[in-house]
Nanobody
Framework: QVQLVESGGGLVQAGGSLRLSCAASGRTFSRVSRGWFRQAPGKEREFVAA????????YYADSVKGRFTISRDNAKNTVYLQMNSLKPEDTAVYYCAVRARSSWIAIRGYEYDYWGQGTQVTVSS
């Protein structure tokens, strides 16, 4: 049974920073890509960032480019999302995901195989 556990969410003022973590357990992941998505109240889930197995390639949504950084530690089966210069519109539940079928980046939710339970990020103005 694969488990993805996110942590690091919380309440922060606009302009502040948070670092999300997502630890995977239950199986040994090899050559998988990882991603972050988010869902705000009343809105559809949207892609945030993704990273290849080797960490050599990343991709970001335009809305977070230059402010968020995705990284990974394969030895720990963990992926991170460093979020800087946070804005109220970044408020959402953030989900991490594993794309076990491929080591390449994907931006659509259906291309991922495992999901975490989500962590709330709230940015106050």
């Amino acid at each position: 049974q694969v488990q993805l556990v996110e942590s690091g969410g919380g309440l922060v003022q606009a302009g502040g920073s948070l670092r999300l973590s997502c630890a995977a357990s239950g199986r040994t992941f090899s050559r998988v890509s990882r991603g972050w998505f988010r869902q705000a109240p009343g809105k559809e889930r949207e892609f945030v960032a993704a990273i290849t197995w080797g960490g050599d390639s990343t991709y970001y949504a335009d809305s977070v480019k230059g402010r968020f950084t995705i990284s990974r530690d394969n030895a720990k089966n963990t992926v991170y999302l460093q979020m800087n210069s946070l804005k109220p519109e970044d408020t959402a539940v953030y989900y991490c995901a594993v794309r076990a079928r491929s080591s390449w980046i994907a931006i659509r939710g259906y291309e991922y195989d495992y999901w975490g339970q989500g962590t709330q990020v709230t940015v106050s103005s």
